[in-house]
């Protein structure tokens, strides 16, 4: 992660640990490629409660952001629910969290 300066390095490790090696923020990020027409190919996402499943390019941002709630459907052709409201919550809390650690 590129390094503020204003934060302190512990702020800096609690943030790199949030954004690089937290795999649902990860997806949350895959999520915003989609939306920008980045991110091609099978994508892996991840629910709030940490389980994982792969979509295809075949889903594209026209359904991603449809509404609130979709209904993806992963390579093994079974639909999985994404309330988007739900997903920024926990990216949210997950990001405090790390924040707060970082604080001490």
Same mark, same amino acid.
């Given at each position: 992660m590129r390094h503020a300066r204003? +934060? =302190?390095?512990?702020?800096? /490790? &609690? !943030? =790199? #640990?949030v954004f690089y090696d937290d795999a649902f923020i990860e997806g949350m990020g895959r999520v915003r490629g989609i939306a920008d027409h980045v991110e091609t190919g099978e994508t892996v996402l991840r629910h709030t409660d940490g389980s994982a499943f792969?979509? $295809? &390019? /075949?889903?594209s941002s &026209? %359904? !991603?952001? &449809? =509404? #609130? !709630? %979709?209904? +993806? $459907?992963?390579?093994e052709g079974v #639909?999985?629910?994404w309330d988007h409201l739900k997903q920024l919550t926990e990216a949210e809390r997950r990001i405090r969290k790390a924040f707060a650690r970082a604080k001490g």
């Open positions: 204003y +934060l =302190s390095p512990a702020e800096n /490790a &609690a !943030l =790199s #640990r792969t979509i $295809t &390019a /075949a889903t &026209a %359904v !991603l952001f &449809a =509404s #609130r !709630l %979709v209904y +993806l $459907t992963d390579k #639909r999985q629910p």
